[in-house]
């Protein structure tokens, strides 16, 4: 891997990472004032099955500048993302730490999952964090 390569990698995790810590405090604080469809046709609760899943889901799709096409959040602690073939398949697993660091502010205290799909829609892999160890497991479908 080449110096830019290695530097493109830690930018785009550096700079997702920045985005979702600034803007955490927006999400969390914004309401919804009644369904809202976006330019796929998605319902309400298809981007989240709670008010706070919702504005999140939502707020991924704004934030991620591109890198994320598609973002859901079940039950307050299951993100799942499609990726968008932008993203090199090296990138995943920073872009995954990203997210679930942003994800940890927004609903802090209990243990999280990020979902990553390719934009196929096929799971790619699977972060899984532990707040009582303050660990983080990922894991590849086999």
Do not use: H
Not at 47 to 71: K, M
């Amino acid at each position: 891997m080449t110096f830019f390569q290695r530097g493109r990698r830690w930018l785009t995790a550096l700079a997702l990472v920045l985005l979702l810590t600034v803007s955490t405090t927006a999400c969390s604080t914004a309401t919804t004032t009644g369904p809202t469809q976006t330019s796929a046709g998605y319902g309400q609760l298809e981007r989240g099955n709670s008010a706070q899943g919702q504005e999140y889901g939502d707020w991924v799709i704004g934030a991620a500048q591109g890198l994320v096409s598609d973002a859901y959040v079940r039950d307050d602690n299951k993100l799942g993302v499609v990726i968008s073939d932008t993203v090199n398949p090296g990138e995943v697993k920073d872009l995954s730490r990203s997210l679930l660091q942003g994800f940890r502010q927004s609903f802090p205290s209990r243990d999280l999952q990020v979902l990553m799909y390719a934009p196929d829609k096929e799971l790619i892999l699977t972060a899984d964090y532990d707040s009582q160890s303050n660990e983080v497991e990922y894991n590849t479908p086999e």
